[in-house]
């Protein structure tokens, strides 16, 4: 696996098996809602894998019945590429190619962000989400976010740092007016965030 670290980067990541692998470089308090070490835990490293844009839209085949544990298929995942647990993973139908890197920094305090987004099955909070709007011919819909600091954060301030991420991630929709694919209103995340 190719690391990057951008010149102006503290993190080291790189992708590989269409998989973004972030290494922290030592164990460290992540708080997510991740399939695969979700909640609040210790752990050097984050995956965000990509996974076919609708495998339950092909549930007589095989390869449908990875998707009944998502956590232990991420497990399986870590293992191939030899992240020992714990490890939070998070699935994607977007492409890596479309992963999106920033970093800024003021008074020696850095954020770190990796986005993957799709919004084919954007939807607005509280409308119906049927099977998350997608059908075989859509293209990736979920908006993952990782974002890494050196600010060492209580709980409680991750909680909060967790709710601005996501205030934004719904005012840059609301802004770019992203339909919600049930037609009745614009979207503020998607059914599968």
Not at 50 to 74: C, F, I, T
Not at 111 to 128: D, K, L
Not at 130 to 150: H, K, L, Q
């Amino acid at each position: 696996m190719i690391k990057h670290r951008l010149p102006s980067f503290k993190t080291l990541y790189g992708v590989a098996e269409a998989t973004l692998l972030i290494d922290l470089s030592a164990p460290r308090s992540i708080l997510s809602s991740a399939p695969r070490g979700g909640g609040l835990r210790c752990a050097r490293y984050i995956l965000n894998h990509q996974v076919p844009a609708n495998p339950m839209g092909h549930s007589k085949s095989s390869s449908a019945k990875k998707w009944e544990d998502p956590s232990r298929y991420l497990g399986r995942v870590a293992a191939r590429l030899r992240v020992k647990d714990p490890c939070v993973a998070l699935m994607t139908a977007v492409p890596m190619k479309r992963l999106v890197v920033m970093r800024e920094e003021c008074a020696g305090i850095w954020v770190e962000g990796f986005f993957t987004v799709g919004i084919t099955n954007a939807v607005r909070a509280g409308e119906p989400n049927g099977e998350f709007g997608m059908d075989p011919s859509r293209t990736a819909g979920t908006i993952n976010i990782i974002v890494v600091t050196n600010a060492r954060l209580p709980p409680s301030a991750m909680v909060g740092a967790v709710q601005v991420i996501t205030e934004s991630k719904t005012g840059v929709l609301l802004d770019h007016r992203v339909p919600s694919h049930t037609g009745l209103s614009h979207a503020t995340g998607t059914g599968t965030d």
